[in-house]
């Protein structure tokens, strides 16, 4: 498995690479000194013939069940083949089998799965449940198993209060909005908004010009209907199409004024 690992990430760029140490957390440096630090962890110290001592503690259904995947392995050499066992089983062993979780066995595993391998940070639909039997238990543990990410996050629409899960690596805290608006979501007014809500005219309204959308509720004090063509337009962008129309500027913010929606 190490030579497998070595492989992928001697075929990597040192911008990859560099992306890896930092979610790892260990030093950067040449091409050479990053891929030795990453294959730290699978060095002599944590070999995998010991550290899959607990490895029959497993209850009897699960090692069945891994059976069926790898009926020509040892149990011990298709464990070590823990991604490509089906997301439900690995969940199973990782989740409701506690047993294996906190060995070096199972460290190792999450290295190849979340960091080696580099599963894409992905977004379920909208409204999508991450698990029927509850998305925030599931959330709960799978981030409590992946210290180091990537995480399950919820964000809600503040309009329609729909939902979406991301899983990122991006943590920030939890504060972070970043891995929604990558996903199509915006904030307009001071309102986060989901991908259908920042685009539904009936919830925005966008300048004509620059496209800055303001929330339908707000447009009476914020845009500016312009008198020949009807269209609408934010402050800055109706104030640039006028500019030439007057001597100084305290005619023009009289004009500006005559036109602002809540003022019509």
């Not at 439900?88 to 979780?101: A, P, S």
């Not at 238990?137 to 629409?157: K, L, M, S, T, V």
């Not at 337009?233 to 305290?250: A, M």
Request: proline share 5%.
């Amino acid at each position: 498995m190490k030579r497998e690992i070595e492989k992928k990430l001697r075929n990597m760029t040192k911008s990859q690479l560099e992306k890896v140490c930092h979610k790892m957390r260990c030093s950067k440096g040449t091409k050479k000194e990053m891929i030795s630090e990453l294959l730290r962890p699978l060095t002599n110290k944590y070999k995998m013939e010991t550290t899959f001592k607990n490895f029959n503690k497993l209850p009897e259904e699960i090692q069945r069940a891994i059976a069926k995947f790898f009926p020509n392995l040892t149990s011990e050499q298709a464990l070590q083949r823990f991604g490509k066992l089906p997301e439900e089983l690995q969940r199973k062993i990782l989740g409701d089998y506690t047993g294996l979780r906190h060995t070096a066995a199972s460290r190792i595993q999450q290295f190849v799965r979340d960091r080696v391998l580099e599963p894409p940070e992905r977004a379920l639909e909208l409204n999508e449940l991450l698990d029927d039997r509850g998305s925030d238990f599931y959330a709960d543990r799978w981030n409590r198993d992946h210290p180091q990410g990537p995480w399950w996050r919820e964000f809600e629409c503040d309009n329609c209060h729909g939902f979406q899960w991301i899983l990122t690596y991006d943590d920030d805290g939890y504060g972070s909005n970043q891995p929604a608006y990558d996903e199509g979501w915006d904030s307009v007014g001071g309102m986060f908004l989901c991908p259908e809500c920042s685009t539904n005219p009936d919830v925005v309204e966008p300048c004509e010009r620059c496209g800055e959308t303001f929330m339908r509720d707000d447009i009476d004090d914020f845009m500016y209907r312009d008198e020949h063509t009807e269209d609408l337009y934010c402050r800055n962008c109706f104030e640039d199409r006028y500019l030439n129309d007057f001597d100084n500027n305290e005619d023009l913010d009289r004009f500006i004024e005559t036109r602002r929606l809540g003022n019509l």
